[in-house]
């Protein structure tokens, strides 16, 4: 196959080198289009009124490698649009650092690569895992995403739909397996910090995100929690529009 590797940590991210070397491994031909520096939390944002600059990098094993001074989506749709010649059969996002998880799938870059992919019609995954994975669950993981990858790409899922997978930070001797299951619906925990500059001027710097306690029962924060690798496919459709038939809509303006 012909997989393409983004993400939104950069292009300089370790986890980038790990999954690119994981699809190498597996015989794969890959091309990398990654943002020149960190672009976390950009969500599907791209850009529209200025040129991008991109510059040809090295990416061992990669047959060809650029660094896009934008977001994630832009690497990815310049990846899809502008720079391959060649047929792209996966697009992989990631590995984050970082979960991406219930809500937080609506905020992340890792997601918003993968989902332009899935949007423009690509079988596309986001893949994440926590900054304290130890080394040996990360490679496993990354073999592993890839693994489920190629299956991917001759399954049949509904349109537009993006696999999300994430790991918790345990040996992948304890690691229970994986499991499909939806979205957690709880809300990170943070808030903002009021300052006062040294010349006077009002200023607020966000807090660290503290997680919920009491995840949904039986969504990706709780599987994770207990141990397993948790697979959530997003969709563009958010939520069933039946919940919400009997909503007073008027009829006319």
Known sequence: MHILVTNDDGFDSKNLRILVEACCHRGHRVTVVAPHAQQ??????????????VHEAQMPGAVSAYRVEGT??????????????????????????????????YVSGTCGAAREAAF??????????????????????????????EKLVVTDVPMQSVLNLNVPPIPSSEVRGGIMCGLS????????????????????WLKGEEADEHPTPDSDVDYLKRGYLTCTFLT???????????FPLPWSL
């Open 40 to 53: 976390s939390a950009k969500s599907h944002a791209f850009t529209l009124s200025v040129p991008l600059l």
């Open 72 to 105: 994630p989506v832009d690497a990815c749709r310049i990846g899809m649009l502008g720079l391959s010649n060649e047929k792209i059969d996966l697009v992989l996002s990631g590995i984050n650092e970082g979960y991406n998880v219930g809500l937080a799938t």
């Open 120 to 149: 423009q019609g690509y079988k596309a995954m986001a893949v994440s895992m926590e900054k304290e994975t130890p080394a040996e669950t990360a490679l496993h993981f990354a073999d592993y995403a890839v693994r489920i990858g």
């Open 185 to 204: 619906r709880n809300v990170y925990k943070d808030g903002y910090e009021r300052r006062i500059s040294p010349r006077g001027q009002l200023y607020f």
């Open 236 to 246: 563009p459709e958010g939520c069933s529009q039946e919940a919400y038939q009997d």
